[in-house]
Structures are given as C-alpha cells and as structure tokens.
C-alpha cells in the first residue's frame, strides 16, 4: 500500500510540473504575439499596429518628429502617462532619453466632421505609447485602444 501511495504522489507531481510547464510555454508564447503587435520600425508596420486596433490610417499623412522626455514626468506628463498605463503602456522608462513620434490622420473615425489623428511614440522599433485625438478645440484624447466603431461592425 505504501509503494502505491508513493506512486500516486509522484505522478500527481509529475502532472503538477507538465501542466506548469505548458501554462510557461503558453505565456511565452502569448507574450511574443503580443510583442510583435509593437514591432513600429517601418511606416508599413506602424499602420499595421494601427489596423490591428481597427484604425485605418492615411499612411502619406505621416508626420515624424523626434521627442525629449524630460527627467519627471510631472503635470501634464504624468496625466498622459496615466492614460498610458491603463492601456498597457509606460513613458517613464523613456524619462531623460528620447524616442520618435509618428502621427497620421485617421480614416474611419467615428467623428466623420472633425481631422481625428494616431500618435505612436516609437523607441528601438517599438511601439511605447500613443493615443488618438480630435484637433477640434473641443475635441477628445484617448489611448492606444480598439477603435469603438470597427468594433461595432465586428459583432
């Protein structure tokens, strides 16, 4: 009875480590998918990321520019990096360095009467942050997320 025992605990541990170890691989693998949703190197790739989101964007209307973060994010910069984090995002690894901003037009936003631009904050090829916004006085912010509009038409 004592050598059946032993068995059955070493097999459960055996299960124990399989399921572990395909849960590991699993999350390595979900990980790399997600990463390569950030690859930003090329114009092709960044509206791609775009695309992925559902924003489809006018790729001649790319604006570049380089950008400085300072040391602290404070004020305004810490308000926008909020808005980064709760979608997945952190410009304070970026702060005393800089990267690259791309900007385009976007061309199915749902405010059909107002210019709707992405911005994606680029460092090393990789997406690190952005939003999208109206360039009406009015107008809204919001951040890298699925657009509400394409979304719909998906159901």
Not at 77 to 106: E, H, I, T
């Given at each position: 009875m004592l050598l059946s025992h032993k068995h059955s605990t070493r097999g459960k541990m055996l299960s124990i480590v399989a399921a572990a170890a395909v849960l590991l691989a699993a999350l390595i693998f979900l990980r790399r998918a997600a990463d390569e949703h950030r690859n930003a190197e090329t114009r092709a790739e960044r509206v791609a990321f775009a695309a992925a989101l559902g924003w489809e964007l006018d790729p001649e209307?790319?604006?570049?520019?380089?950008?400085?973060l300072p040391e602290e994010l404070s004020d305004?910069?810490?308000d926008y990096?909020?808005?980064?984090?709760?979608c997945g995002y952190d410009l304070s690894p970026l702060c005393g360095k800089?990267?690259?901003?791309?900007?385009?037009?976007?061309l199915n936003a749902p405010q059909e009467n107002e210019v709707v631009l992405l911005t994606l904050y680029v460092d090393?090829?990789?997406v690190v942050g952005?939003?999208?916004?109206?360039?009406?006085?009015?107008?809204?912010?919001?951040?890298?997320?699925?657009?509400?509009?394409?979304?719909?038409?998906?159901?």
């Amino acid at each position: 009875m004592l050598l059946s025992h032993k068995h059955s605990t070493r097999g459960k541990m055996l299960s124990i480590v399989a399921a572990a170890a395909v849960l590991l691989a699993a999350l390595i693998f979900l990980r790399r998918a997600a990463d390569e949703h950030r690859n930003a190197e090329t114009r092709a790739e960044r509206v791609a990321f775009a695309a992925a989101l559902g924003w489809e964007l006018d790729p001649e209307s790319e604006e570049t520019a380089r950008v400085d973060l300072p040391e602290e994010l404070s004020d305004v910069l810490a308000d926008y990096n909020a808005l980064q984090l709760r979608c997945g995002y952190d410009l304070s690894p970026l702060c005393g360095k800089s990267c690259r901003q791309y900007s385009y037009r976007v061309l199915n936003a749902p405010q059909e009467n107002e210019v709707v631009l992405l911005t994606l904050y680029v460092d090393r090829g990789r997406v690190v942050g952005g939003d999208i916004h109206s360039t009406a006085l009015d107008g809204f912010m919001i951040g890298l997320q699925t657009n509400p509009a394409a979304a719909g038409n998906a159901q």
